[in-house]
């Protein structure tokens, strides 16, 4: 992350939020440009990168951004002058300074964004009556999306100012010309952001100043969602009296959030209730009420899928009474259970209710890691570990590419006090994947009862952590799986020449055994996976083609050995 000179934040831009008239005066005459801009953005040093909310997609990159000290809402985008800086930090004397100092009520931001937008947003009504009698134009709007300041594409200080519920701001800005019909590039309304600052009193300030009360709905454009999805209850009652109208994807929306006077409320205003294909969806939605229902009427809601859905999306009501109804808690191997998956999403407190309803501690994910193994790489996990091992974990265990929660703890003191209180010892014997000289998996027809498990125990047999598999039958087998799972899990976000090249392989399988239509069908579908299709089904026929030619040929056959 740059620095803050590197960023261009000067001795002034500090005064200016520290509202320091005398460093200002003296940053002036020390030869500082009074209109000195940023050249990159900056972010008030408490507030991490990660923990950026932005609207509506918007993408800010770390390398463009550089901290300083102030409070966590600090932030600026490129191109921000002091003057921005001080009506952001509502310090009108220093406005007033620096626009006595030739500072220009209008400059721009690299977005945008003008000082009358900062102190719109900041709620400074002293600064912008300073800032409007200095002829600030109140409708100027913002050009790009890439905003460090969170100000959508198109936003006006009015509809900054609503976004954020100061409603003596807004009524000045509309004394002053602002248009209150203006919208964001995206077609967001003045009611729009007053739905999501959930302030009820700004919908007259609406009314008087002719804004139509009921929500009109877009993509991107719905008041009625917005504040439905904030839980203002009080908005959404205010709204749906005015005329807007309330559906199923409102109804969605307050189950999935889980705001449940917010659900009652849309029920008894005549929404009929969801309805949900499989218990899979109604987990998703976090819907327990239908889950219910399902199972009452003879639905299986018990399937770990169900289960690990519930936990993924952190639904705990719905992951209680799942569990209350039996739910099964084992997944296949290879497969992210219940408990990875909650470890996995930091949901440390669903993940001790798993644990107490006796989720498999041995259970394999698809990188053939245990639970204790996943937390000891997680934070806030202390409890979790301490859980697992009263249960008999071992930290000790190596998992397929030689790492243990014993070794990834070593520079962790808190989760390594933990682990030592295990009963279990190290075993010098075990070690993590090794290249077999022969496949157990294709040599006992025991250990194939489905398609599904002896593909997976296949990859964990042949395919190495890292790199191509040393036999043909591993390589085939991570291919087919790699390409599987950049099309399903990332949309071929990736995709490029070396997945092209890595599938050269695949031709392999277009030959013996298969003949005949099925042939046809295997080279088809090995070609469309080569081009980098989508089709789920067509990486399946590959997929299970693979496992057959390997079922056919059970002796190794040592990669750039003759085929």
Wanted: glycine share 8%; charged share 20%.
């Amino acid at each position: 992350m740059p620095t803050l000179t590197e960023a261009g934040w000067s001795s002034l831009h500090d005064a200016a939020l520290r509202g320091d008239a005398a460093a200002l005066v003296q940053a002036l005459e020390g030869g500082l440009d009074v209109s000195a801009a940023t050249t990159l953005g900056v972010l008030g040093s408490s507030l991490a990168v990660s923990q950026l909310v932005r609207p509506k997609g918007q993408t800010v990159y770390p390398a463009t951004l550089a901290r300083v000290e102030g409070p966590a809402a600090l932030a600026f985008d490129a191109g921000t002058t002091a003057l921005s800086v001080a009506a952001w930090a509502a310090r009108r004397d220093i406005v007033e300074l620096l626009l006595a100092r030739g500072a220009r009520p209008d400059a721009k931001d690299g977005v945008g964004a003008t000082a009358l937008h900062h102190a719109a947003r900041a709620g400074a009504l002293d600064v912008v009556e300073l800032l409007l009698a200095k002829k600030a134009k109140p409708d100027v709007a913002t050009k790009k999306a890439k905003s460090a300041a969170f100000f959508d594409a198109g936003m006006t200080p009015l509809l900054a100012a609503l976004g954020e519920g100061h409603l003596d701001v807004a009524r000045r800005l509309i004394a002053s010309g602002a248009d209150p019909k203006a919208t964001t590039t995206n077609g967001n309304t003045a009611l729009f952001f007053v739905a999501r600052a959930g302030d009820v009193g700004a919908l007259s300030l609406l009314r008087e100043a002719g804004v139509s009360l009921i929500a009109g709905r877009t993509y991107l454009n719905d008041p009625l969602l917005e504040a439905t999805a904030r839980g203002h209850l009080t908005m959404v009652r205010a709204l749906v009296e005015a005329g807007s109208a309330a559906d199923a994807t409102h109804l969605r929306e307050a189950t999935v959030k889980g705001h449940d006077a917010l659900r009652a409320y849309l029920l008894s205003a005549g929404v009929p209730p969801l309805v949900h294909r499989t218990p899979m969806d109604a987990a998703r939605a976090n819907d327990p009420w239908a889950l219910e229902a399902m199972h009452a009427s003879g639905v299986d809601v018990g399937a770990p899928a169900v289960l690990t859905q519930a936990v993924g999306v952190g639904a705990a009501r719905v992951v209680d009474l799942l569990l209350a109804r039996g739910a099964r808690l084992a997944t296949d191997p290879g497969t992210i259970g219940p408990l990875h998956m909650a470890i996995e999403n930091h949901h440390a407190d669903l993940a001790l209710r798993l644990i107490e309803a006796g989720a498999p501690l041995d259970a394999k994910d698809g990188h053939g890691n245990t639970p204790l193994f996943v937390a000891s790489m997680r934070r806030g996990m202390v409890p979790v570990l301490e859980a697992m091992i009263a249960r008999g974990a071992n930290p000790h265990e190596v998992m397929r590419h030689g790492n243990s929660a014993w070794k990834v703890t070593e520079t962790t003191p808190s989760y390594r006090a933990v682990l030592e209180k295990t009963a279990h010892v190290p075993d010098p014997t075990a070690k993590g994947w090794e290249p077999p000289t022969a496949s157990r998996v294709l040599t006992d027809a025991s250990l194939r009862p489905t398609f599904k498990q002896t593909y997976q125990a296949l990859f964990d047999e042949l395919v190495p952590p890292r790199g191509a598999a040393p036999s043909l039958q591993g390589e085939l087998v991570r291919v087919s799986h790699k390409l599987w799972d950049e099309a399903t899990r990332n949309g071929n976000g990736n995709f490029d020449e070396r997945h092209r090249a890595m599938a050269e392989v695949l031709d392999v399988v277009c030959g013996p055994p298969f003949e005949g239509p099925r042939l046809t069908q295997i080279r088809a579908a090995v070609r469309a996976v080569a081009k980098g299709t989508l089709d789920d089904d067509l990486h399946r026929r590959v997929a299970h083609a693979v496992l057959e030619w390997c079922v056919a040929n059970p002796a190794l056959v040592p990669r750039g050995a003759p085929e």
